[in-house]
């Protein structure tokens, strides 16, 4: 069976600041997808990054970064220089078939972040 | 904004009672997703329709069931409500086709059991 774990519940900066969301994954086949979603308050999902198995590159976009490895089966999230804009509710997802096919998203539990300003 | 919608935006229902939720796919978008989000808690897949069939189901029970449309909106039914049921009901589309696996969310229905 796969599973998400997003060990911080929540985290709290000061803005500016870098930040690291950690997510860690577990599944049985050599083909998955990973994905990253930010949900503010308003409660939409917003799509941030989906990530193939086979393609370990890390990536960056402005300030978001992503480190995939799989020998520790973790897709971790970096916020650099952080903005109280970045403040919601952040998930991480697995997916087994095709990025979302017949058994859909399996998401972690979330992580608060918070940036103070 | 993704171009995906949910209607209604937000509900009350008794227990027992019955529930429609409905979603409006993004354009050119022929897949869509249901989810149940509690309180607190991330997404659970409930299940996926793929040109108008059930295509995958998560652990949820045969009183959750749903349709797809020819123009691929879907609806989300609810039979015989629990408290438990009370959450926010995302559906999700995307497209397989066309190689396009991101699920892009709407913005949910809250449904309220009393």
């Known amino acids: 069976a796969q599973k998400v774990t997003q060990a911080q519940t929540e985290i709290s900066v000061v803005e500016k600041e870098d930040v690291t969301l950690d997510c860690v994954y577990e599944t049985r086949d050599t083909t998955y997808y990973l994905f990253w979603y930010k949900q503010p308050p308003s409660g939409e999902l917003v799509f941030l990054i989906r990530?193939?198995?086979?393609?370990?590159q890390n990536e960056i976009s402005g300030r978001y970064s992503w480190n995939f490895q799989k020998s520790t089966s973790s897709f971790n999230f970096t916020i650099t220089a952080s903005q109280v804009v970045d403040s919601a509710v952040y998930f991480c997802?697995?997916?087994?078939?095709?990025?979302?096919?017949?058994?859909?998203?399996?998401f972690g539990k979330g992580t608060h972040l918070i940036i103070q300003p | 904004e993704t171009g995906v919608t949910q209607s209604p935006t937000h509900l009350i229902k008794t227990r027992g009672q019955q529930v429609t939720l409905r979603c409006s796919s993004q354009s050119g978008h022929n897949t869509v997703s249901w989810y149940q989000q509690a309180l607190g808690q991330g997404p659970q897949f409930i299940f996926q329709y793929y040109r108008e069939e059930e295509n995958g189901r998560g652990n949820f029970p045969p009183r959750f069931s749903g349709l797809q449309f020819p123009n691929y909106s879907s609806e989300l039914n609810v039979n015989a409500l629990e408290l438990d049921d009370s959450a926010l009901y995302l559906c999700a589309s995307s497209s397989r086709d066309r190689g396009l696996y991101e699920q892009y969310f709407g913005p949910g229905t809250r449904l309220t059991v009393t």
């Open positions: 990530r193939n198995s086979f393609d370990e």
């Open positions: 997802a697995l997916s087994e078939n095709s990025g979302g096919g017949a058994d859909g998203l399996t």
